[in-house]
């Protein structure tokens, strides 16, 4: 079914009309590639099955335990469900990075994450190496956010010698 998916979506990609710029990968670059990636991953896995035959069945002793043993934790899940909501909404006027470090450290919060310094250390270091993996390296172009969150974020593009 994925493999079917994937191939119809890869197909969809190849109909991308747009002006190719030399030099510059088009914006079908994007989804081809994450296509592609997991159409190799489906016939990789199909052939294993027929040749190695059905992955055995996980033991107990594989299961990894999902929480202390108690609790709901739908409540948690409608929080985060919510809290991505709001980052989609705050995302134009924020702009990315701000946007994504605040939505990371709420979603870390959510998940009942409490070492402050990792924490910290990820909400701010992954925003940027996303920003530079999408402006610089993919052409995908990030909501830069408006007033002072537009300052900063071109600000930090600059410093990443994103231009």
């Keep these: 079914m994925i493999l079917c998916c994937a191939a119809y979506l890869y197909f969809l990609a190849q109909r991308f009309q747009f002006e190719l710029v030399p ?6 670059a994007w989804p081809k590639i994450v296509l592609g990636l997991l159409l190799v991953t489906c016939v990789w896995q199909l052939g294993r099955i027929l040749i ?18 108690g609790g709901d934790y739908t409540h948690l899940a409608l929080l985060a469900i919510g809290v991505t909501v709001v980052y989609a909404y705050v995302l134009p006027a924020l702009g990315f990075f701000v946007a994504t470090v605040l939505y990371m ?13 990792p924490l910290l250390a990820t909400s701010i270091i992954a925003p940027l190496v996303l920003m530079f993996v999408f402006m610089k390296i993919v052409y995908v ?3 830069l956010g408006a007033g002072p969150f537009k300052a900063l974020t ?3 593009l600059k410093m990443l010698g994103v231009h």
């Design 23 to 28: 030099g510059r990968v088009g914006p079908d």
């Design 52 to 69: 190695v035959g059905a992955a055995p069945a996980a033991s107990a002793d594989d299961e990894l335990p999902l929480s202390d043993g």
């Design 105 to 117: 450290g709420a979603i870390a919060y959510v998940s009942r994450f409490r070492q402050v310094v």
């Design 141 to 143: 172009a990030l909501p």
């Design 154 to 156: 071109l600000a930090l």
